[in-house]
């Protein structure tokens, strides 16, 4: 089984700013199989970006990803309002399909 | 419109089984898996296991093997996640989900969730 790592756990930030977040996977993920979710509360995940670095339907460009083998990034250019939320990456290479623990973006 | 529209939230005592159901519309059921995924309450997402509707082929997280059981049937376009003695740490929220398209194991439609609730 593929264990996922994040970091930071918790991210403080302002709107406006940079905010970049790490997934690390104990082995390679296979064909960049790596897709990243948003989470706000009471909601189901929403699909942010998958095979690593390809964007979701309707997701905007502030949003991009990248990385391969076992480090992966997820990048949000400017803070939005909306994007404060709980952010998580799994891995859809290998059975089961494991997640990371998620990093939560808040407002500082 | 793709969907994926689950049963209500139950409140169970220990011991007692529980089924949930994910049913899905607006597409061929049997030609996507479909996974479910537990969160226990303010925690992270779990991956519990998919099955393959159109065989029933069924695929467990060790984590959750021997501890649930997961269904389908096609004539009716549901799955299902079964419990057969439910303990004070089932409580979660339970999303059933399916890829985004028949090329991918990537995740792109998520049912509303079902909240389990066990309790003395």
């Known amino acids: 089984e593929i264990v996922l790592t994040q970091s930071p756990g918790t991210l403080s930030l302002s709107p406006g700013e940079r905010a970049t977040l790490s997934c690390r996977a104990s082995?390679?993920?296979?064909?960049?199989?790596l897709a990243w979710y948003q989470q706000k509360p009471g909601q189901a995940p929403r699909l942010l970006i998958y095979g690593a670095s390809s964007r979701a339907t309707g997701i905007p460009d502030r949003f991009s990803g990248s990385g391969s083998g076992t480090d992966f990034t997820l990048t949000i250019s400017r803070l939005e309002p909306e994007d404060f939320a709980v952010y998580y990456c799994q891995q859809y290479g290998n059975s089961p399909f494991t997640f990371g623990p998620g990093t939560k973006v808040d407002i500082k | 419109e793709v969907q994926l529209v689950q049963s209500g939230a139950e409140v169970k005592k220990p011991g007692e089984s529980l089924k949930i159901s994910c049913k899905g519309s607006g597409y061929s059921f049997t030609s996507y898996w479909i996974g479910w995924v537990r969160q226990m309450p303010g925690k992270g997402l779990e991956w519990m296991g998919i099955i393959y509707p159109g065989d029933s082929d069924t695929r467990y997280s060790p984590s959750f093997q021997g501890q649930v059981t997961i269904s389908a049937d096609k004539t009716i376009s549901t799955a299902y996640l079964q419990w057969s003695s439910l303990k004070a740490s089932d409580t979660a929220m339970y999303y059933c989900?399916?890829?985004?398209?028949?090329?991918?194991?990537?995740?792109?439609?998520w049912g509303q969730g079902t909240l389990v609730t066990v309790s003395s």
């Open positions: 989900a399916r890829p985004e398209n028949p090329y991918t194991n990537c995740v792109g439609v």
């Open positions: 082995q390679s993920v296979s064909s960049s199989y």
